[in-house]
C-alpha cells in the first residue's frame, strides 16, 4: 500500500500533473493513486523526488491489529 493520494492531496497536486511529470499514463498513474497497482521501487522514488518527499513518506507501514 502507498500513501501517494494522500501526499497528492496535502500538497494540492493533481494526478493528470504527477502523470506528466513522470512520463506515465494517466491511467497508470491513477492505479497507483488507487493502489490497484504499485510502482516499481525505481518509479516510487523519481515519484517522491517530483513531489519533493521522502520516499519513505509514500509507503504506509501498517501494524497489525491485535
Known amino acids: 500500500m502507498n500513501r501517494i493520494k494522500e501526499v497528492l492531496e496535502e500538497k494540492g497536486i493533481k494526478q493528470t500533473w504527477l502523470a506528466e511529470r513522470l512520463g506515465k499514463s494517466y491511467n497508470m ?5 488507487q493502489n490497484r ?11 517522491a523526488k517530483i513531489l519533493e ?10 501494524k497489525p491489529s491485535k
Open 53 to 62: 518527499v521522502d520516499p519513505k513518506e509514500l509507503i504506509k507501514t501498517e
Open 29 to 33: 498513474v491513477n492505479g497507483y493513486v
Open 37 to 47: 497497482q504499485q510502482p516499481r521501487l525505481e518509479v516510487l522514488f523519481e515519484i
